[in-house]
């Protein structure tokens, strides 16, 4: 398999491209952290495009050291004012924990993932409040931007801030 006909796709994108010469500051002040699932198209849902936000996506949309390290550098650096953090419905990040996961991949495959911290949650709301409290919280993040909660529905497209 190789990648040509996704390279084929980008010769057509760069022929219309029309975007040149933007900085690389979040136009509309957002920063966004989502989940890596290919039934979310972040900007879209926001009402956003090319150049307005600064957007990290991690496995279940959770607050890992890059995504922390990432907004660091927005809120000081790029525009970024305000912080959406935005899990899903029917994740399976946040609908079991990391062995279940794991014997899902062995099931699936036969390779044993079991020693991988993969940061998934039974408790999706829990997981949530936490992460945006570690946002909120945060010695460099504190008071620099606001910070909500979210859920996303991938199935009705509708999000809910739920803090
Ligand atoms: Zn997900």
Known sequence: MSFADILENN????DGFTDSGFDGVARAGIGLVTCM????????MLG???GDAKMLRSPGGRVTQDVLIGMVLGVHLLNVQRIM????????????????IAENVLRSTGTDISGMVLGSTPDQAAG???????LKTHPLLAGRAEVGGFLYDVDSGLLKQII
Do not use: F, K, N, W
């Not at 994740?91 to 279940?100: L, R």
């Not at 949530?128 to 570690?134: C, E, M, S």
């Open 37 to 44: 699932d290919s039934r979310i198209e972040p900007l879209a």
């Open 11 to 14: 010769q057509r994108y760069a």
């Open 48 to 50: 956003l495009r090319l």
């Open 128 to 134: 949530l409040h936490y992460d945006v409290q570690l």
């Open 85 to 100: 953090v935005i899990p899903h419905t029917r994740c399976a990040m946040g609908s079991g924990d990391d062995a279940s």
